[in-house]
């Protein structure tokens, strides 16, 4: 009996999940409001497609959903607390905690998920590639879920979830392909559409047109889909418009493509620096994602415009993101199609623009990869074997 | 006409200020208080004088004032708009704004009196040695200042200063030995402690003894002393206890070091990577701060220390912060003789301790220099010629 994909799932997921995540902030910045309302000069579009066009004009003021600060450090304890207890719910909580709860990730969804299982005293496998960086094992680890190591293929994944599953009866919590994963990372924008009217109603300095006391739309990075189709099914309806960012290098802008091209991509081969967004659609996502009714428009960056974006963010509204978090600013602030149809669709008003900051599980080390002078970290790069955060090119199938 | 230091006169300057400043969060976080309440390793202590000996066990409960995210990321427009708001009710407006207001800094308190002028549409002149870095000569031009060159000694930037003055009759607005100046930085102080005694009355947890509801102490870094001693004149008979905490390299421990020989040190020579922090005490921070009535001690950190307490700041807070803002918590985390005074003193109820982050100015490429692996930077730095932030060694003197 899976929930239905609509906005009243998504308040009864926020009902069931509110007293285990943090009401993050949503903040304002001046800057960066202004920054997105100012046309990029010709000399940034050299090189790009839009060269030699003007610039265009759109107005903007940003409202950031900070869930960088969220429990583990992003969103993905939302989907994960709404899986776990939607499966209290059905099965019994005896009967989950004999059986536990299993998933393949080596990222913030495992640590989510040991959170969400260890509140319910609810035993958690994670499989884990072999390659995983020693600090995230740990912080898994952390949590008191049991790691099991397999090789990086999704088949070799697979294989040992199966067994886990065959061994001791766990319910396999995917990363984000399923309705209640979904339904749970759509909480963010509930709380980003009230908390941002909230500001405006309080502060009339934030909004230029009078009367105006909305959203007009929110953007929100794209990997596997579970953020952004959680966005759009907690949106419709109500006259707010959603877009999803992409980054561009090798290809991680698979939704755009797929969407493009009318047949989803299965499979992402990159290293993008927003290793968060590594990952293709998977089917429930794709569907939603793919849904011009549902996802108003993709749109991708490239690997420097992002690197930008996070500077912006740290230097000026000091606040610690990892790259991932920033791909929906950096459309905003450098991708032209995007700002042109702003431009276009908002005209002299403008638009609300909400923007979900996804995460800040990043390191100094990490940062010191990407912003120091060149050196070999850049050459490997350039070879295409190892990620800025060292990890090894590997196959990203859709789970 | 001076107002005398005590509590009242900050309440004063806390009215006078309060329309042009941010009321800044004050944020609490579970993992930096459990890791302070927790006895450093024996291996931690290696190396250090209390190598061998047991670990103090301290129970502390921190309370963040994020003056990372103040007006011009920084404490320094508390001072700034203070002095200048006095300097108005003495002068009458226009003659403020005929005559000017000019400082010698090429740090925040030049944007902070800089931006303190422009709302006020006086001049602002602000003298820089020739060798400051181009984002910090930019940045106060940005703010529409007056720039004015010299040589980095302090008979240089003298003699620019009293130059201007001849000429224009500009009020000099010293970074920090003014009465006016320290009064403002206190304000800091009077947020964090309502702040906190609120964040404590509506999350029990957040208090470990019964019935306990304010903070115990503060702790804040020491540079010239304007943000320690306002603390100090600020918490006076309310029975909070005020800290200073230094760095030790290469002599920044001044403060430290002059009140333990009863002498103030009036020169420093230091490249500490809290560059903030390189100043020695002004005459008038000095008689404060030495007065063991008003600052109940100092205490110094290494830069190691230094550099992992602000790498827990940003990993584990999201909170972007310079060097110099995170001493306090290095203080607390890792100075063995104030973890044993805090066992001694607080005994089993423990301490409820403040702790300002004084800034969040720097950049990702200070970070980078900071945290990559070992390269050239850390040889020049070896050879004391170079500072983490590019800065060439130059005599620091009281100003």
Redesign the interface.
């Known amino acids: 009996m899976p929930l239905p994909l609509n906005r009243d799932s998504v308040l009864q997921a926020h009902e069931l999940i509110k007293p285990h995540i943090h009401l993050t902030p949503v903040q304002t910045n001046t800057t960066l409001s202004n920054l997105a309302s100012t046309p990029q000069s010709h000399d940034a579009l050299k090189g790009t497609p839009w060269e030699g066009q003007d610039p265009a004009k759109p107005k903007i003021r940003l409202f950031f959903k900070c869930e ?2 969220q429990r583990i ?1 992003a969103f993905k304890v939302r989907g994960a607390f709404h899986a776990v207890k939607r499966l209290i719910e059905e099965q019994e909580i005896e009967e989950v905690r004999r059986k536990g709860v299993v998933t393949h990730s080596s990222g913030n969804h495992a640590q989510a998920l040991a959170l969400a299982a260890k509140t319910f005293s609810i035993p958690a496998h994670i499989v884990m590639p072999t390659i995983s960086t020693p600090s995230k094992i740990a912080g898994t680890q952390a949590q008191g879920a049991n790691i099991h190591f397999s090789g990086s293929t999704s088949q070799e994944r697979e294989a040992v979830v199966k067994e886990i599953v065959k061994q001791t009866g766990a319910t396999l919590v995917p990363p984000y392909d399923h309705p209640n994963i979904l339904l749970g990372q759509g909480t963010a924008a509930l709380e980003l559409q009230s908390q941002a009217a909230e500001l405006m109603a309080t502060d009339k300095g934030l909004s230029v047109a009078e009367g105006k006391q909305g959203l007009d739309a929110v953007i929100t990075p794209c990997g596997g889909g579970g953020l952004l189709s959680g966005t759009a099914v907690a949106m419709f309806g109500t006259g707010i418009r959603v877009f999803g960012a992409e980054p561009s290098f090798q290809g991680a802008d698979d939704a755009r493509r797929g969407v493009e091209s009318g047949k989803r991509i299965e499979t992402v081969k990159t290293l993008t620096i927003a290793d968060g967004l590594r990952t293709p659609l998977g089917e429930v996502t794709w569907k939603i994602v793919s849904d011009n009714g549902m996802v108003r428009g993709l749109y991708s960056v490239a690997e420097e415009q992002i690197k930008s974006a ?2 912006l963010v ?2 000026r ?5 990892e790259p991932s978090a920033v791909v929906g600013l950096a459309t905003v602030l450098y991708n032209e199609d995007f700002r042109r149809m702003v431009e276009k669709e908002a005209g002299e008003e403008g638009w609300n623009i909400g923007i979900v900051f996804s995460g ?1 599980n ?4 990490a ?7 060149a ?1 070999e970290a850049k050459a490997e790069r350039a070879e295409g074997v190892v990620g800025q955060d060292g990890s090894k090119m590997a196959e990203n199938v859709a789970g």
Request: aromatic content about 12%.
């Open positions: 960088n600060f450090g996070m500077r740290l230097e509204m000091k606040c610690f993101v800040g990043t390191t100094v080390e940062i010191s990869k990407l912003f120091a002078p050196t």
